[in-house]
């Protein structure tokens, strides 16, 4: 089945007959979970109606570049920031031979050069005019600029409008979304909720002073952010962290481990995964001062008492979801971390060497080594983006096969 969710598609339709054929492409993009934003050129105005665009995609259609209000609230530089990928269907010939000039002279070809996206074609012309070598000049030019960043989808071949046979038709909006999709590196986790702890818990001591660690919430993060680009639906269940706020996650701010711990069992019932990384305080004070603990002798006793474990609780729950661990760990990582997929009733747990300096707590990189049921895997070094992507992957695998 076509998977496109979560992802944002921003529908570029040029001036040709086949533009008819883009209102289709709308439905068969927002059914397979897109969100879709249309720019229109003046030319493809003549053929299909805004009307139309904006009923099937649910959002306003976008075409003048310069009148702030018909650019709908959102500007050409926010849309250009706003597309995980543009697709132009149809592209026309003149189109085509804006964007290689690197003209900027209404909103679509403006949002091209000023987005960082890749950038889909879908062509749709005259056989003759497909087959003219300024044409074929002009996609030369563009697939040298753009590099991967720049895909074709068709044209096809057979009967065209204008009564001509060949090569130019615009492929079918199926074909075009089916094209798109395989563009896009996963949907492995397409209609799960996936919820995620991350980052330190802070626990309170009086009003001003808390106990608490070193924890970035980094690992967490990036979690959050593959899961969302596997297609599945991320809460963020996050402790303080100086993370800038994901975009398209459900955002679920806590500070002590108690708060994690409500905020974690909500989740239980609508969650597929659960997912903790949160490095939690396992002790809290046993009594929070009312006012501020006011400086006395040259010693001060604290009494801490443990704090409930999330995973554990979540994984022994009768709604358990797949249940995913962390362990950190300075020595006899390996023992440790099977001790604790028992104990915990986990599904998983990924361990790593926090013994280590370049990797873990705060760094940029980790090398981790995963446990499960089914035997160990070991992921090298590499950067938490990159990691995070091949956990999910094994995360969604497995799901897969229980
Ligand atoms: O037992 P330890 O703290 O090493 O276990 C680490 C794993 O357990 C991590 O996944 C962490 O997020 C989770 N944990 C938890 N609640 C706690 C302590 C740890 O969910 N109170």
Request: glycine letters at 8%; proline letters at 4%; hydrophobic letters at 45%.
């Amino acid at each position: 089945m076509l998977q496109l969710a979560n992802k944002r598609i921003l529908l570029g339709i040029s001036g040709g007959i086949a533009a008819y054929k883009s209102a289709e492409l709308v439905r068969t993009l927002t059914k397979a979970g897109a969100t879709v934003r249309v720019i229109m050129t003046a030319g493809a105005m003549e053929f299909i109606t805004p009307l139309t665009l904006q009923a099937l995609s649910g959002n306003p259609v976008h075409h003048a570049l310069l009148d702030e209000t018909a650019e709908a609230g959102m500007g050409h530089i926010e849309l250009a920031r706003w597309a995980d990928t543009i697709l132009i269907a149809p592209a026309s010939a003149d189109l085509i031979a804006r964007l290689a000039a690197g003209m900027g002279d209404d909103l679509l070809t403006t949002v091209c050069l000023a987005s960082s996206a890749p950038l889909c074609l879908a062509p749709a012309m005259n056989q003759q005019m497909w087959a003219a070598a300024t044409t074929k000049n002009n996609l030369s030019t563009l697939a040298r600029l753009r590099g991967d960043a720049l895909a074709l989808f068709g044209p096809g071949s057979g009967a065209q409008a204008c009564g001509d046979i060949g090569l130019g038709r615009m492929l079918e909006p199926e074909a075009i979304a089916q094209q798109l999709a395989d563009r896009f590196v996963s949907g492995t986790l397409a209609g799960k909720q996936v919820v995620i702890t991350a980052g330190p818990t802070r626990e309170a001591l009086d009003p001003v002073r808390y106990i608490s660690n070193h924890s970035s919430g980094k690992m967490g993060y990036a979690l959050a952010q593959a899961a969302l680009e596997a297609g599945a639906q991320v809460t963020l269940i996050s402790g303080p962290v100086s993370l800038p706020v994901p975009e398209r996650i459900t955002l679920v701010p806590v500070t002590s481990a108690a708060d994690m711990l409500t905020a974690s069992l909500a989740t239980l019932g609508q969650c597929d995964v659960f997912i903790a990384s949160a490095a939690v305080a396992d002790y809290r004070p046993a009594a929070v001062a009312e006012q501020k603990i006011k400086k006395a002798g040259d010693e001060i006793q604290l009494t801490l008492v443990k704090n409930p474990d999330i995973i554990a609780t979540v994984a022994h729950h009768p709604q358990r979801p797949f249940s995913v661990g962390f362990a950190a760990e300075t020595h006899d990582v390996d023992s440790y971390a099977r001790d604790k997929l028992e104990r915990k009733n986990l599904d998983m747990i990924i361990a790593n060497d926090v013994s280590r300096q370049d990797i873990g707590f705060g760094a940029e990189n980790n090398a981790v080594t995963l446990y499960s049921r089914h035997g160990t895997t070991e992921f090298d070094v590499m950067n938490k983006t990159l990691l995070a992507r091949q956990l999910i992957a094994a995360i969604a695998q497995q799901l897969k096969a229980q």
